[in-house]
Structure formats: C-alpha cells, structure tokens
T-cell receptor, first 118, second 115 residues
Framework: GAGVSQSPSNKVTEKGKDVELRCDPISGHTALYWYRQRLGQGLEFLIYFQGNSAPDKSGLPSDRFSAERTGESVSTLTIQRTQQEDSAVYLC????????????????FGPGTRLTVL | AQKVTQAQTEISVVEKEDVTLDCVYETRDTTYYLFWYKQPPSGELVFLIRRNSFDEQNEISGRYSWNFQKSTSSFNFTITASQVVDSAVYFCAFIFSSNTGKLIFGQGTTLQVKP
C-alpha cells in the first residue's frame, strides 16, 4: 500500500482482557516503531525494530506490553490484562531504515488504533 | 537529560496572520536530528521537515519556514499568511544520537486559525 496501515482503527475492551494491534509498514521500510499518544499529549516511544537486529524495547511501560515483527513486514503489539491507563491512541511508524549516510530518515506514521479500556 | 519543550499549548490566530511555534530542547549530544510533524484533526501525523545538528541553515518551503539556532537550543517553525487548513497540532521531535532511532516528542502546540 501507499502508506502505513493499522488495524483495527478503534478497539474497545474490558479491563483485564488482552488486545492485539496490527501494523503494516510501507513496503521496503526496514525500520518500524510503535508509539503511544495519550489524550492531549505528545507521543511516547514504545518499541523499535530495525531489520534483523534485536528490537529496542526500552519504551515498553510494563511486562504486559510486547511486540513482534516478522522479517520486514507486519508487526503486532500485544497488551495483556489491559488497564484503564492503557487507553490511548497507538501509532505505528516506519522508515526506509533508521539511519543512512549519517542521517536519520523521517518516520511515516499510520492512522493509529484508538484503544479504550472500560 | 534529553528533553523537548513546546511551551505554547494553544495558539489562536486569524487567517492571514503569521504565526511562530516555539520549540526548545536539552541535550548533551553533539549529533541529533530535528523534525516537525503536523497532526490535523483526522489524527494522522504528517512529516514536515528534517534537519540535522550540523546544518543551521534555515529553510523556507512555501509558507513554512524553520529557524534552527544551536546557541539557544531552539528549532522554531513559522507559518506565513496562515490559512484555516493550517489548523492542527504541531509537534517538534528529535532523535538524539545516544537514543538511536527513537523520536522524542514535545507536547505539541494546538494551532487554531480562524476565518
């Protein structure tokens, strides 16, 4: 596709349930990122995949959060035992590669998944 | 500590006015990358510009211009002759060399352009 796609666009769940969010990056982009945006706030980094390197998980807020990526394609972000504070928009971004020629490439964002935990 | 601050939470202007969005940062890194993104009401972030810390040459693109000053740790963004379609949340963001790959975002400035 032309851009980063995410599904579902909206997810309402009950506290304690697990949810899975999906991201399809732009074809050919080797770097993939997940961010979280709470209402009225900036974006917080969650996790970053670059090719076959070990992912940078330093932004994951707790062990209830995990993410996987198969090769250079789809990624899923899983939140186990959801809590109300997990309610946010989860944004995925991709870039050609994190850095080339000494420059970090711009990241292109998907439309996000709005997660509401009741 | 690495920090990005957008002190202006909300700005409201009347169409055709010029408006400057402020962004200041803190870092001890000598190499870093600076970005501005726009988030219209639809919610999707739109990339506007990328600079690196070695290039302080300011840039103009149509009605947009950016002023990067290392001496004041600022990377401000100006819209000339604002239009209603410019209404959005604007984020400045950085990648610091010691924090490879991750964008560190400011809190965003909500710009409302009234007709």
């Amino acid at each position: 596709g032309a851009g980063v796609s995410q599904s579902p666009s909206n997810k309402v769940t009950e506290k304690g349930k697990d949810v899975e969010l999906r991201c399809d990056p732009i074809s050919g982009h080797t770097a993939l990122y997940w961010y979280r945006q709470r209402l009225g706030q900036g974006l917080e980094f969650l996790i970053y995949f670059q090719g076959n390197s070990a992912p940078d998980k330093s932004g994951l807020p707790s062990d209830r959060f995990s993410a996987e990526r198969t090769g250079e394609s789809v990624s899923t972000l899983t939140i186990q035992r959801t809590q109300q504070e997990d309610s946010a928009v989860y944004l995925c971004a991709s870039s050609k590669e994190a850095a080339s020629g000494g420059n970090y490439n711009e990241q292109f964002f998907g439309p996000g998944t709005r997660l509401t935990v009741l | 500590a690495q920090k990005v601050t957008q002190a202006q939470t909300e700005i409201s202007v009347v169409e055709k006015e010029d408006v400057t969005l402020d962004c200041v940062y803190e870092t001890r890194d000598t190499t870093y990358y600076l970005f501005w993104y726009k988030q219209p009401p639809s919610g999707e972030l739109v990339f506007l510009i990328r600079r690196n810390s070695f290039d302080e040459q300011n840039e103009i693109s149509g009605r947009y211009s950016w002023n990067f000053q290392k001496s004041t740790s600022s990377f401000n963004f100006t819209i000339t002759a604002s239009q209603v379609v410019d209404s959005a949340v604007y984020f400045c963001a950085f990648i610091f060399s010691s924090n490879t790959g991750k964008l560190i975002f400011g809190q965003g400035t909500t710009l409302q352009v009234k007709p």
